[in-house]
């Protein structure tokens, strides 16, 4: 157990991946349709979308998020917080992303990768990972109407994380083919443990 951290700190890295062959071109001018997630201690958290008023924010292996393709790594800082203290923040902050809120423009998974970012770094993410979504909401009326008010596509069921997870991730209840994926649940008693069919951006484009 790291609970004190005695002083150590843990890489904050943001895994940007491609939404779109067309990225192979915006890319190089400073755009492009992209997913993120950041990751700490060792595993990746991202946004996604679903029909539930319950967080949207679930966790998968590093570098490994279904249904896109991963472009790179990118380092964003350090971070004191031992492995049980960013899991409390990281159950806090999904409070703030149901599944039902996403937006493409104006609440999508970089804009829930910034938000980690600067509470841990006091930096954001590069600009040009969710440039498309600034410049969306400026000129929203040219986007066509699908991506202007629509969350995003379908991804596979995930199953809740439950506080025991933290310490027993090896447990009996781990042996489903679907453990490295999960959505978290924010500590908020109103939020279900259900399962829900996350969508992805990429559905849409």
């Not at 595993?43 to 679930?58: C, K, L, N, Q």
């Not at 970012?117 to 954001?124: A, D, E, H, M, S």
Request: charged share 25%.
């Amino acid at each position: 157990m790291d609970a004190g951290n005695d002083g150590a700190t843990t890489p904050v890295l943001l895994n940007v991946y491609d939404l779109t062959p067309v990225n192979d071109y915006l890319y190089w001018l400073g755009f492009g349709v992209f997913h993120s997630g950041i990751e700490v201690h060792g595993m990746e958290y991202g946004f996604g979308a679903h029909d539930f008023s319950s967080s949207g924010v679930f966790e998968v292996e590093s570098k490994c998020c279904p249904g896109f393709v991963y472009r790179k790594t990118v380092s964003l800082g350090t971070t004191d917080m031992s492995r049980e203290d960013f899991r409390s923040f990281i159950e806090r902050l999904a409070g703030k992303y149901h599944g039902n809120t996403y937006n493409l423009i104006a609440k999508n998974c970089n804009h829930f990768t910034d938000d980690v970012c600067r509470n841990l770094t006091g930096k954001p993410i590069p600009g040009w990972v969710n440039r498309l979504a600034r410049v969306g909401s400026v000129f929203d009326c040219l986007l066509p109407e699908s991506v202007q008010v629509s969350p995003v596509g379908r991804v596979p069921t995930l199953r809740p994380v439950i506080d025991d997870d933290l310490d027993s991730v090896s447990s009996s209840d781990s042996d489903e083919g679907d453990e490295d994926k999960h959505l978290l649940e924010a500590p908020s008693t109103d939020l279900q443990p259900v399962e829900v069919p996350l969508k992805l951006a990429k559905d849409l484009l």
